[in-house]
């Protein structure tokens, strides 16, 4: 088992920043992150940040300039820098990762962005 717990959610005012961390712990072997989901009240669960199979990283068109994502698998985190938040970009955000084709997620963390 692998266990992920998000942290660094909170409440910030248009136009800030916030930066998400993600740890995983536990059955850590040949675990790998993939990437940031965010869900919205009343929404579905939508990609926000991935990593590739490459490598390389893929980012919603929403946020595309304005969040980075980052991995650090030595230290197995990962996080999501944003920037420029919107009042939209308020939700409940989870990281993901897969171990032997296993989806793996965090309990979520809150963002919440004023206007």
């Known amino acids: 088992q692998v266990q992920l717990v998000e942290s660094g959610g909170g409440l910030v005012q248009a136009g800030g920043s916030l930066r998400l961390s993600c740890t995983a712990s536990?059955?850590?072997?040949?675990?790998?992150?993939m990437g940031w989901y965010r869900q919205a009240p009343g929404e579905q669960r939508e990609l926000v940040a991935t990593f590739t199979s490459i490598g390389s990283t893929n980012y919603a068109d929403s946020v595309k300039g304005r969040f980075t994502i980052s991995r650090d698998n030595a230290k197995k985190t990962m996080h999501l820098q944003m920037n420029s938040l919107k009042p939209e970009d308020t939700a409940v955000y989870y990281c993901?990762?897969?171990?032997?084709?296993?989806?793996?997620w965090g309990q979520g963390t809150q963002v919440v962005v004023s206007s």
């Open positions: 993901n990762g897969l171990k032997f084709g296993y989806n793996y």
């Open positions: 536990g059955s850590i072997f040949s675990f790998n992150f």
